[in-house]
C-alpha cells in the first residue's frame, strides 16, 4: 500500500520519478511547437524566444540556426543528412542549431492555454546532428536541461536529458516529463538549457522538433464487446452492434465521460452526441474509416478540452463495397458481340453465371455470338479483397441484330467534297462529325481538311447497334511558290526562284517569252520591260491547277535631253526624260548657275515645261542631278533653254 501511494503521489507532483514521459493516458496537446511546413514559413522566431542568431542557410555556423525542412552536406559531411522533420514528412520544419561557444539556455516560451491543478505532460523531439567519426571521434554531445516554470519565476519542474547519443544515421528521439500546474496557474515558461560548450570546440550540434504540452492523467481503457482492440475490419455488409465501455479511475474526485469519434484518421475529433456514459452502442455505418475513444475529466475541468485526457483508440474499418451499376437492364442483339462491364476495383474477384451454363471468373465477360437463347438472368458475385461480396443480378433481352453497309473510301482533293452513304437501320450517327454536312444522315456530303477515316454507328428499331468505317483520302494543294520579285538592268538576266511542294507531274511559266527553258522551278529570264511570270504547277493526283506570280522589274537606260523650247509651240516645249518611269523612285533636281533649285520632281514619268513658280525661267544653261534610288551613282548632266 505505501509503495501504490508513493507511486500515485510521483505521478500527480514533482519527484525524480517525474524525469520521464507520462505513464497513464494522455490528451490532445494543447500546445504543438511545429515550427510549421512549407517554404512560406520558413523565417526567424519572434523576437526573445532565442539567444541565437538566425540564418537562412542549412548549415548555420556556431551561434546560429535555422528553420528548415532539410539539412545535407554540412560541414564536409561531419553533420547527419535529415531530409525530413522527425514525422517524416519532407514539407515539415524543424529548428537546426549551431551550439554558442559557451552553454546558456538557447530556447525560452510562455505556454498559454493550461490548465491549473492538472498534470501535464512536456515532451520535446531532439536529434543529435553530428556523426560519431567526426571530430575524430571525441566530438561534444549535446546535454539538455528542461525548466518549466511559473511566469513569476518558480520552479514547476526541472529535466535533464543527459548527454544526447552519437547515432549511425540522423536519429530523433523523444525527451520529456511531467508535472503538475498550481492552483490558479494556467501559463507557464519553458526554458531550454544547452549545458555543453560549443563554438571552436568540435560537436555540440542539435535538431530541435515537435514541443508539446499534454494533459496526463490515470490510464483510461476503452473495451469493445469487453476486449480492448485497436482495429476492428469488417464489411459495409455487416450490421452488427459494437458495444464500447470503459470505467472511471479512482483518482478522480468526481470524473465526466466523453465518447468521440475522429473520421480523418485522428486529426479531428467529434463529440458523439448524448454519449456521455460509460459506454455506448456503435450502430451500423456505411464504409469508411471510424475511429472512437472515449476522453474524461474531473467536472471542474472538464469544460476545457485542454484538460481532458483520452482512451486508447479503437479503429473500425468498415470496407465499403463498390457503387452498383446504374442499368441492370441489358440489351442484347443476335449475332453481336456483348462484353458485360461490371464495377472495376483493384484486387477485387469476379464470379459470373447465366442461361447456357454460362459461366466466367473475369471483371468483364464475353459473349461472342449473341443468340436468342442467351436471355434471361446473368448473376455477378464480387468480391474485395478484404472478403467483402455482392451480388449482382442483370437481365438480358435478346432482339434481332442489324449490319452497317457503307460506301466504299475514295480519294478527293483538299476544298473538294463527296457523298458518303450508309444502310442497315433507322437512325446514323457518324464520327467524327468534322467536315459533315449533317452527322446524322445517313447520307451526309463529307468536306474534310484532312484524310480523314469515318465511322457510322447503325440502330434499327430494337436499338441494336452495328458499325462500320469509310476512308476519305485528302490530297493536299500543291503549294507553290513563284519566289521573291526581281529586278533588273535592262539587257541583264536574272534566275526566277520557284519552288513546288506535293506530288507534283510537271510546271511551266507564262509568258513564254525571254525565258530560258520555261518548264523548270528556277528559269533565267531576261525581259525587254517589266514583266509578271506566273508559275503554273499540275497535281499528278489529277487536283486543281495551282499557281504563283513573280514580278521582274526593268530598269532601262535614262534618255536625258540636253536642249528644249518652251516656248509654247507645241514642238520640244517640255523637258522629257525617257526611260525614267522605270524607276519609281527616282527624284530629279534642276539648278541655275547659282545653285538655286528650278525645278523638283519625286513623281513619277514628270516633265519639266520651264517655269518656276509659273514664271518662264531665262534662257540659260541650266544643270540637273537625277537620283534613280537603285544603288546607283546619280546621274548629272546639263540642259539648255532656248525660246
Known amino acids: 500500500m505505501k509503495k501504490m501511494l508513493t507511486l500515485l503521489l510521483c505521478f500527480f507532483t514533482f519527484c525524480e520519478l517525474a524525469a520521464q514521459l507520462c505513464n497513464g493516458s494522455l490528451g490532445d496537446p494543447v500546445v504543438n511547437m511545429t515550427f510549421g511546413t512549407g517554404l512560406g514559413n520558413i523565417g526567424p522566431l519572434k523576437s526573445g524566444v532565442t539567444n541565437l542568431a538566425y540564418t537562412t542557410a542549412t548549415c548555420p555556423n556556431d551561434g546560429e540556426y535555422s528553420i528548415t525542412k532539410a539539412t545535407s552536406g554540412c560541414f564536409g559531411f561531419t553533420w547527419h543528412t535529415l531530409l525530413s522533420d522527425h514525422t517524416g514528412d ?12 559557451s552553454p546558456s539556455q538557447f530556447y525560452v516560451d510562455t505556454v498559454s492555454g493550461l490548465c491549473a491543478n492538472t498534470v501535464f505532460e512536456f515532451a520535446a523531439w531532439v536529434a543529435n546532428v553530428l556523426r560519431p567519426t567526426a571530430c575524430s571521434g571525441a566530438g561534444i554531445k549535446p546535454n539538455l536541461t528542461f525548466l518549466i516554470e511559473t511566469t513569476t519565476g518558480s520552479l514547476i519542474q526541472k529535466f535533464d536529458s543527459g548527454d544526447i547519443p552519437f547515432e549511425i544515421q540522423g536519429t530523433w528521439r523523444q525527451y520529456g516529463t511531467f508535472f503538475k500546474t498550481p492552483v490558479g496557474v494556467n501559463r507557464v515558461v519553458l526554458r531550454i538549457i544547452n549545458n555543453s560548450p560549443g563554438g571552436s570546440q568540435c560537436g555540440n550540434d542539435l535538431a530541435l522538433d515537435d514541443i508539446t504540452f499534454r494533459p496526463c492523467g490515470p490510464t483510461i481503457t476503452a473495451t469493445v464487446n469487453n476486449v480492448v482492440q485497436s482495429l476492428i475490419t469488417i464489411c459495409e455488409t455487416d450490421k452488427s452492434d459494437f458495444l464500447f465501455k470503459t470505467s472511471f479511475p479512482v483518482e478522480y474526485s468526481s470524473p465526466v465521460v466523453q465518447w468521440q469519434v475522429s473520421t480523418d484518421t485522428g486529426k479531428t475529433w467529434k463529440d458523439l452526441t448524448g454519449e456521455r456514459s460509460l459506454s455506448f452502442l456503435r450502430k451500423a455505418t456505411a464504409g ?30 468498415v470496407n465499403a463495397l463498390p457503387d452498383a451499376p446504374t442499368d441492370k437492364n441489358l440489351l442484347g442483339c443476335t449475332g453481336n458481340v456483348f462484353v458485360f462491364k461490371e464495377v472495376e476495383g483493384a ?45 449482382d443480378t442483370f437481365h438480358m433481352t435478346v432482339f434481332p441484330g442489324t449490319k452497317a453497309i457503307v460506301s466504299a473510301g475514295t480519294n478527293i482533293c483538299e476544298g473538294g467534297s463527296t457523298f458518303l452513304s450508309a444502310s442497315g437501320g433507322v437512325s446514323y450517327l457518324w464520327i467524327p462529325a468534322a467536315g459533315l454536312s449533317d452527322k446524322l444522315s445517313a447520307n451526309p456530303v463529307a468536306s474534310p481538311v484532312d484524310t480523314t477515316n469515318y465511322k457510322v454507328i447503325v440502330t434499327n428499331q430494337y436499338g441494336c447497334r452495328d458499325s462500320a468505317a469509310v476512308l476519305i483520302n485528302v490530297f493536299k494543294k500543291l503549294i507553290v511558290n513563284a519566289g521573291p520579285d526581281q529586278s533588273i538592268f535592262e539587257g541583264d538576266t536574272v534566275t526566277l526562284s520557284g519552288s513546288v511542294k506535293g506530288t507534283l507531274s510537271s510546271v511551266y511559266w507564262l509568258p513564254n517569252t525571254n525565258i530560258q527553258n520555261n518548264t523548270t522551278v528556277t528559269p533565267v529570264v531576261s525581259p525587254v520591260n517589266n514583266t509578271t511570270y506566273t508559275l503554273f504547277a499540275v497535281s499528278s493526283l489529277g487536283c486543281p ?43 530629279i533636281k534642276v539648278f541655275n548657275r547659282s545653285g538655286r533649285v528650278v525645278f523638283e520632281s519625286k513623281t513619277l514619268g514628270t516633265a519639266w515645261n520651264g517655269l518656276l513658280n509659273g514664271k518662264a525661267v531665262p534662257v540659260a544653261t541650266y544643270y540637273y542631278v537625277i537620283d534613280l534610288h537603285v544603288g546607283l551613282t546619280p546621274v548629272s548632266g546639263w540642259v539648255v533653254i532656248i525660246r
Do not use: H
Not at 90 to 101: E, T
Not at 555 to 575: A, C, E, Q
Open 90 to 101: 519532407q514539407d515539415g520544419l524543424f529548428m537546426l542549431i549551431n551550439a554558442s561557444p
Open 288 to 317: 469508411g474509416i471510424y475511429q472512437y475513444r472515449a476522453v474524461m475529466a474531473d467536472a471542474s475541468n472538464f469544460g476545457s478540452v485542454s484538460c481532458r485526457v483520452a482512451s486508447n483508440v479503437t479503429t473500425i474499418n
Open 347 to 391: 484486387g477485387f474477384s469476379y464470379a459470373w453465371k447465366g442461361p447456357k451454363g454460362f459461366t466466367s471468373q473475369i471483371m468483364n465477360p464475353v459473349l461472342s455470338n449473341v443468340s436468342l437463347l442467351d436471355s434471361g438472368n446473368y448473376i455477378a458475385t464480387i468480391t474485395t479483397p478484404a472478403g467483402c461480396t455482392r451480388t
Open 545 to 587: 491547277l495551282e499557281s504563283d506570280d513573280a514580278f521582274v522589274r526593268v530598269y532601262k537606260k535614262l534618255l536625258v535631253p540636253n536642249i528644249f523650247s518652251p516656248n509654247g509651240d507645241g514642238i520640244n516645249d517640255t523637258w522629257v526624260i525617257q526611260n525614267i518611269d522605270t524607276y519609281p523612285l527616282a527624284s
